[in-house]
Nanobody
Framework: VQLQASGGGLVQAGGSLRLSCAASGRTFSLMSIGWFRQAPGKERWFVATISRSGDSTYYADSVKGRFAISRDNAENTVYLQMNSLKPEDTAVYYC?????????????????WGQGTLVTVSS
């Protein structure tokens, strides 16, 4: 499966962006999807994940209440709505998939990764 993340850009603090993760293939509904981010010089960190049915979600504490993950299995796409953005949200955002019903924040559990989309939040 191939994943393509899009929707990044430059936004002022307090603003919003919606990221999309589009997947190829016919097995999208069998995959849970995660979003991760990596700031310059830092490790890759978990942001959010959604189960393959969409009924379970899990967020990093740093984004809880500001970000919302959702999916449209008919469109093979997962979304990450990001509101009240802060300069510390600046990073390259990656989506990744795993063939499992459950959700996890462990990046090692994800089999395929998209190329990333850059989000820059100015103060």
């Amino acid at each position: 499966v191939q994943l393509q993340a899009s929707g990044g850009g430059l936004v002022q603090a307090g603003g919003s962006l919606r990221l999309s993760c589009a997947a190829s293939g016919r097995t999208f509904s069998l995959m849970s999807i995660g979003w991760f981010r990596q700031a310059p010089g830092k490790e890759r960190w978990f942001v959010a994940t959604i189960s393959r049915s969409g009924d379970s979600t899990y967020y990093a504490d740093s984004v809880k209440g500001r970000f919302a993950i959702s999916r449209d299995n008919a469109e093979n796409t997962v979304y990450l709505q990001m509101n009240s953005l802060k300069p510390e949200d600046t990073a390259v955002y990656y989506c990744a998939c795993r063939y499992s019903a459950g959700v996890t924040r462990d990046w090692r559990a994800y089999a395929s990764w998209g190329q990333g989309t850059l989000v820059t939040v100015s103060s």
